[in-house]
């Protein structure tokens, strides 16, 4: 079978890429004044629809932005050092369960509330990533709206989930007390190859938390249709 190269793949990938975001739906909640009004009047199941899609794409544009990454800047040898080195994920303090079991374990009340910790953690970092990529002399167009898109996305995510917590748990606004303050820190101005993997590790970080958002999200959902038979 014959094999795409690099550039081919981008030219698919901007071909396509109209075509990702115009199957996004919608989860701006907020109206102008600031409330989150609009989400407020979505059914529960049709929010948490809404959110779970807004989460497959946020963890598969995040695959996408990482493998894109690993093909204009970290050759081979880098990805395997990067492997055996000592990287440490931003949300690595966060009270999140780690296990199988502990997933099947919690609450949906903490289902919820360990989502809304990752959004909020990664709000800033990817901030954050934006201005390091813009830097970059040859970083493609492509890498950057990915990351630009999954930035403002995440911003949505957050706002439909703060209201999903409303409406399941009848809670007020939510704050956690995890903030990504101290979680999260950088030099000014980093040497280049540590600037490098620094945004490598942030992305494939990012690529790992995407996927936990998605799962407990997924999870939630199974129990609110069959609740005894959620794997």
């Known amino acids: 079978m014959h094999m795409m190269t690099v550039k081919q793949r981008g030219v698919w990938a901007v071909l396509?890429?109209?075509?990702?975001?115009?199957?996004?739906?919608?989860?701006?909640?907020?109206?102008?004044?600031?409330?989150?009004?609009?989400?407020?009047?979505?059914?529960?199941?049709?929010?948490?629809?809404?959110?779970?899609q807004h989460a497959e794409l946020i963890?598969?544009?995040?695959?996408?932005?990482?493998?894109?990454?690993?093909?204009?800047?970290?050759?081979?040898?880098?990805?395997?050092?990067?492997?055996?080195?000592?990287?440490?994920?931003?949300?690595?303090?966060?009270?999140?369960?780690s296990s199988k079991s502990e997933i099947q374990q919690i609450s949906d009340k903490w289902l919820l509330h360990s989502v809304l910790m990752l959004v909020q953690s990664w709000i800033e970092p990817l901030v954050y990533l934006q201005t390091t990529l813009d830097r970059y002399d040859d970083a493609p167009d492509l890498l950057l709206n990915k990351t630009k898109w999954v930035s403002d996305k995440l911003i949505s995510l957050e706002q439909g989930v703060v209201v999903l917590i409303k409406k399941m748990l009848d809670e007020g606004a939510l704050t956690t007390t995890y903030s990504e303050q101290g979680l999260f820190q950088y030099d000014v101005q980093p040497e280049m190859l540590e600037s490098v993997m620094r945004d490598y590790t942030l992305l494939t970080c990012f690529k790992k938390d995407a996927h936990k958002m998605e799962t407990f999200l997924k999870l939630l959902k199974c129990r609110q249709t069959d609740k005894y038979n959620c794997a």
């Open 59 to 97: 963890y598969r544009v995040s695959e996408e932005s990482c493998t894109l990454f690993e093909e204009m800047f970290i050759p081979f040898p880098l990805r395997l050092q990067r492997n055996q080195a000592s990287y440490t994920c931003i949300t690595k303090a966060l009270p999140l369960p």
């Open 16 to 52: 396509l890429w109209p075509c990702l975001l115009t199957m996004s739906v919608p989860l701006d909640c907020k109206e102008e004044q600031g409330s989150l009004s609009r989400c407020l009047s979505i059914s529960q199941e049709k929010l948490l629809d809404r959110v779970i």
